[in-house]
């Protein structure tokens, strides 16, 4: 079990102003090195951040990472980094079992955090995390949720918010990726302990994140999930039907048994179809809009402005996070905004796994669903006895 909260540093009024961010990595895997490092490069070439140390529990590994990316720090143990380096920004990318403690020790060290996802295995761990954030400027938590960000979903979730063509009525939202035995050789993936779940919560989450982020808060899913090929715990497939607040239906298959890989979200409104099709990232010409018959050709072409082309990434969504740690102000993929796509993943799962219709607001403390993922459900809890929730 965690400590009990400590006092924090003690932060002036603007803390960052005027100055780069000193930002550090932990974990010094292949994410860090090909998006979380190179969006850091990006805004330390304009005099927004600078990378002042990185941790990995190998020292070859994590000196090796520090010596290719000239970052002068390196270290091993967290704690420590921490209490000498005092950062204002750490970036997190290590297995999800991992990012409750490190979040929560980032935070009462007077760090803002950016976790990559699954943000942690239950809605209890997240719920820990959010209450060790501060109260007023931060710190905070942020996840990556990269596919909110670029110029193609800030055009179309103000096209939907502002109904440009109509009422949202059908989605569908599609992960459908392959996996072969190999990548479940490593030893955290496809165990509830240290994943959290399966496709859905690894994969899927971030085009689920997306559709919420377009569409607003759900109401109520019902699902079915499988064990077709892999020999896991989790599942390897699932599909869902979701209803949303404002009325929308929409359908959700995750899968990590398909060699024709696709990331998809459409949604059907009452005057066009748009539709988002690409595989891990997406620009302008990914997006795509179809009128209905009797939609004038200049409101179409109003429709297809996208504007600049700015891709997803995470350098768009860091961006964002730096304006917001300037301003003392809470960053989008953080707190309550940051937390549906996960509470949406957890009624996906206990639906599957007890065969009924669960409704937004439904798990919460108290309910097995909220500790651990697979709620202790026969056939899907892990054999260990300690990884069964209470």
Request: net charge negative; proline share 8%; charged share 20%.
């Amino acid at each position: 079990m965690l400590n009990p909260p400590t006092p924090r540093p003690s932060r002036p009024t603007a803390p960052y102003t005027g100055r780069p961010l000193r930002a550090v990595v932990v974990g010094t895997g292949a994410i860090a090195r090909g998006s979380h490092l190179p969006a850091l490069a990006r805004l330390a070439e304009e005099g927004e951040t600078e990378v002042v140390a990185a941790v990995d529990i190998d020292a070859d590994t994590v000196a090796a990472f520090c010596a290719g990316a000239r970052i002068p720090h390196a270290y091993t143990d967290l704690d420590r980094m921490l209490a000498e380096r005092r950062p204002d920004l750490v970036t997190i990318r290590t297995p999800p079992t991992l990012h409750r403690p490190q979040t929560v020790a980032a935070l009462r060290a007077g760090a803002w955090v950016r976790c990559e996802k699954p943000p942690v295995p239950s809605p209890a761990d997240f719920d820990a995390i959010e209450a060790e954030e501060g109260t007023d400027g931060g710190p905070y938590a942020a996840i990556v949720f990269q596919h909110r960000f670029g110029s193609g979903a800030e055009h179309v979730r103000r096209l939907l918010a502002e109904r440009a063509m109509g009422r949202p009525l059908v989605a569908h939202c599609q992960t459908t990726w392959y996996r072969d035995g190999g990548y479940y050789a490593v030893p955290w993936r496809g165990r509830w302990h240290t994943e959290g779940g399966g496709p859905a919560m690894g994969h899927g989450i971030h085009q689920m994140d997306l559709l919420l982020d377009l569409l607003g808060p759900w109401s109520e899913v019902h699902a079915m999930a499988a064990r077709l090929v892999h020999d896991v715990e989790t599942e390897d497939v699932s599909t869902a039907l979701i209803r949303f607040a404002g009325g929308t239906l929409a359908t959700v298959v995750n899968s990590v048994l398909s060699p024709d890989e696709v990331s998809r979200i459409r949604v059907d409104c009452e005057r066009a179809t748009v539709e988002l099709t690409h595989l891990y990232g997406h620009a302008n010409d990914d997006w795509r809009i179809t009128p209905a018959p009797d939609v004038p050709a200049a409101q179409t072409a109003a429709w297809r402005d996208f504007d600049a082309d700015v891709p997803s990434s995470h350098l768009a969504q860091l961006r964002e996070l730096v304006a917001a740690m300037r301003t003392g102000r809470r960053p989008r993929g953080s707190g309550a905004d940051g937390r549906t796509s996960l509470e949406l993943i957890t009624a996906l799962y206990k639906s599957a796994f007890t065969g009924a219709t669960v409704r937004a607001g439904d798990i919460g403390p108290g309910d097995p669903y909220y500790t651990a993922l697979h709620g202790g459900a026969p056939g899907w809890a892990p054999a260990t006895a300690e990884e069964v929730p209470a």
